[in-house]
């Protein structure tokens, strides 16, 4: 195997800063007699929380190892050899850190070649080989294990997954024809772009095995033990692995229009990691395992030098990186203890909140409102969704009792505030409103207590500005449905405290929320960028633009749903009042559609209506069409995407230097957490740099090449 040991000491060049995994060869004796095995254990030499990668060093100790293996069997000193991980951890796919530094094709077809020469001699070894996943194995982990001629899974395992499209890649050490060819393309296509394309959806040890991934399953405790024991019985003939047969028919087929069906619904054909994907396994019908694995290694080496994978490996930086280390924040050690929060308000969004401080922080909860009606509502709805919880097997009686005894309701705010450490408001989205909220708040919460508010589009400092204490008010800005997204918009008004600040930060990490320090600007991030692309939406629409033109427009984008779609799920008249709020501070750039407070007034909850259930197409609402007023300039759909595509640029680069946040990064983190925006997009700035908008608008990128680009 030399070829493939100077291969992959060539590309370890290029990988300066791998985390190095070893493979340590043991030796055991199966039990039952069933002869001497060989046992490769993939270790990093570090705890589970990091976890191992491939990279070509990586992939050359194990190359190492099978040389080692591949004698012993050859020389009939082994009857079996297996692949395991270190505790809690098998391993988690390619070493992404040295992917973003690649310059040239060439290289990065070394890097797929490199990995199916060293995984593909475990097949071709003279005895059978064993996969075991005991813990969290993604992409290339996945991917070795298919090259093994058997696999048990632990049912502890919390993550399993083929992530690569969800990242801009194909599974390309195998995935795309080992796994198809193993249980069936439906399947297949179901782990390798239907879950990717849901936000990288894991599977769990038991689904693993239920899939047929693996061909038996066992508990994590003596999970190893169990496996050779298992092992044992396969190598003596006792026990027989029958699979079932594969349909490569029409099924075959069908399955792969599906996937098709799938990416065009996610990404709208603006990002081609899936269907290239699904070429591979349309190709691997008919088991050709060479044809297949040269395809792999094409496709991966056109999308490692392709702008969708250096987004998304930029925007997955963002979210594990960046997201847990936020830029701006104060000292950790400012943060003051949190052992009681107090919600203002109990209707559905204050009941969400009330529901994730209760099973983040375990502290007593008490939500207050001005009826007693409301109190117990806004009480009810968190308990049932407790229930709902151990119904699912999410949590154990004992602790399902435990959580709701935290959540109680109360209409006196001195009694059930007076001993609170975070009180968060969710009231009617009006300044006069929550001023006077905060007012009587603060006359009955101890001096070191947080006033938290939940606005989404008006100023924290005017808000602080009639309190004492105005040091120790912040913005707290969750995002719809609040258990779903992750981003939490932490606002410092003009007067706010490091130390009310750091509890925010601190909280909010326990809450397990990716938090972004943003200044009191109007609208802050997420909706201020939102309104202004829906607003030039609507400015099109409103001039003469047919809506169904004006919708298509950014379907490149590949946007998680089109503007319209986006407007019925926040809410007509949330949309109305957010653009009304931007109107008023930037009269020049925010526009307030006529239209939109049409359809408010009429009581529309969208432009659409769906014809037989929610999941049909859906159809121009004609009672809106009736409502729409509109003039006579009709734009195509490229001149619309230019026209949005340049006021967002526009809004970004003002946003920038008014400090609305630290860097461009931030925003693309916010629409990624807080938006659902595509990681192929990298969020956004990376997009409109390589479309050329960024120049256009503002004379620059937002960007320095080589972040979120192929490298100089």
């Known amino acids: 195997m030399t070829n493939t040991a100077e291969l992959l000491k060539g590309a370890a060049e290029l990988f300066p800063g ?36 491939f990279g070509p060093a990586s992939l050359a100790n194990l190359n190492t190892a099978i040389d080692q293996v591949e004698k012993e069997a050859a020389d009939g000193e082994i009857t ?33 070649k490199g990995g199916h020469d060293v995984f593909k001699r475990l097949s071709a070894l003279a005895v059978p080989t064993f996969a075991y996943y005991n813990g969290a194995a993604m992409g290339g982990g996945v991917e070795v294990g298919l090259h093994c001629t058997y696999r048990t899974v632990s049912s502890a395992l919390p993550a399993f997954s083929l992530p690569e499209v969800f990242l801009g890649l194909v599974p390309g050490w195998g995935g795309c024809t080992l796994l198809p060819n193993l249980i069936g393309a439906d399947r297949a296509v179901s782990v390798i772009i239907e879950n990717s394309l849901n936000q990288n959806k894991q599977l769990k040890g038991e689904q693993v095995y239920e899939l047929g991934i693996a061909d038996a399953i066992f508990e994590g405790a003596d999970f190893l033990e169990q496996s050779l024991i298992w092992t044992a ?37 603006a990002a081609p990691a899936a269907y290239r994907a699904l070429e591979i396994i349309d190709a691997a019908r008919n088991g050709d395992l060479a044809r297949g694995y040269e395809a792999e290694e ?37 943060a003051r203890p949190v052992s009681k929060v107090g919600v203002v308000g109990a209707g559905l969004m ?95 919460v101890p001096e070191h207590a947080i006033l938290a508010t ?96 004006a919708e298509r427009a950014v379907e490149p984008l590949g946007l998680p749903m089109s503007p319209l779609v ?56 004609p009672e809106v069409t009736a409502l729409l007023q509109q003039g006579d300039t009709v734009l195509s759909e490229e001149q619309v995407r230019a026209r949005v595509l340049d006021a967002v640029a526009q809004e970004l680069g ?24 595509p990681f192929h997009l990298g969020g956004l700035t990376p997009y409109l740099d390589r479309e050329g908008v960024s120049e256009r608008v503002n004379g620059k990128t937002f960007l320095a090449p080589g972040v979120a680009s192929v490298p100089a």
């Not at 001497?36 to 589970?48: E, K, V």
């Not at 079996?80 to 505790?87: L, M, R, V, Y």
């Not at 809690?88 to 390619?94: D, H, L, R, T």
């Not at 925010?590 to 197409?617: H, I, P, Q």
């Open 566 to 621: 986006l407007l019925e799920l926040v809410g007509p008249a949330i949309g109305l009042h957010v653009s009304e709020t931007l109107h008023g501070a930037f009269p020049d750039r925010f526009t307030v559609s006529e239209n939109l407070r049409r359809v408010v007034e009429a009581g529309k909850r969208g432009f659409y209506v769906r014809a037989d259930g929610s999941s049909a197409k859906p159809e121009l609402d």
């Open 233 to 269: 019985s396969v190598l003596k003939g006792e026990l027989e692995v029958v699979r079932p047969e594969i349909d490569r028919g029409d099924a075959w087929h069908e399955a792969v229009v599906r996937g098709r069906a799938i990416a065009d619904g996610k990404v709208h054909g």
């Open 18 to 53: 791998e985390v190095v995994t070893q493979a340590h060869v043991r030796h055991l004796d199966l039990p039952q007699g069933a002869g001497r095995f060989a046992l490769i254990t993939l270790d990093n030499g570090l705890d589970h929380t990091k976890p191992t990668t």
């Open 298 to 334: 094409k496709a991966l080496a056109d999308l490692i030098m392709g702008s969708e994978l250096r987004s998304g490996i930029y925007a997955f930086n963002l979210v594990q990186k960046r997201g847990k280390r936020p830029a701006g924040a104060p000292d950790k050690s400012l």
């Open 80 to 112: 079996g050899a297996g692949i395991t991980g270190k505790p809690f951890i098998f391993a988690v796919g390619a070493d992404l850190k040295g992917v973003e530094l690649l310059k040239r094709h060439e290289d990065a077809l070394a890097i797929g």
């Open 350 to 444: 204050a009941s969400q909140l009330a529901l994730l401080f209760a099973r983040r922080l375990e502290v007593p909860v008490v939500l207050t409102d001005i009826d007693q009606e409301r109190v117990d509502k806004g009480v009810g709805y968190v308990h049932g969704e407790i229930d709902k919880l151990l119904l699912k097997g999410r949590i154990n009686q004992d602790k399902a009792n435990r959580l709701k005894a935290t959540v109680t309701g109360s209409l006196d705010k001195a009694a059930a505030f007076s001993d609170a450490d975070f009180v968060i408001e969710a009231v009617f989205e009006e300044m006069g409103v929550k001023q006077k909220v905060f007012a009587e708040v603060e006359a009955v």
């Open 454 to 549: 939940n606005t989404s589009s008006l100023s924290v400092s005017e808000m602080a500005s009639q309190l004492k204490h105005p040091e120790r008010v912040v913005g707290f800005h969750f995002f719809n449905p609040v258990a779903i997204l992750p981003l939490l918009e932490i606002v410092r008004g003009e007067k706010t405290d490091d130390p009310a600040l750091a509890t925010a930060f601190g909280v909010a990490k326990k809450l397990k929320k990716t938090a972004v320090l943003v200044k009191d600007a109007p609208a802050f991030v997420v909706n201020r960028i939102l309104t202004r692309f829906m607003g030039e939406i609507q400015n099109v629409i409103d001039e003469g633009t047919p809506v169904d033109v």
């Open 654 to 677: 003002l946003m920038l230097e008014e400090g609305v946040v630290a860097e461009a990064q931030d925003i693309d983190l916010c629409l990624i957490t807080g938006a659902g925006w």
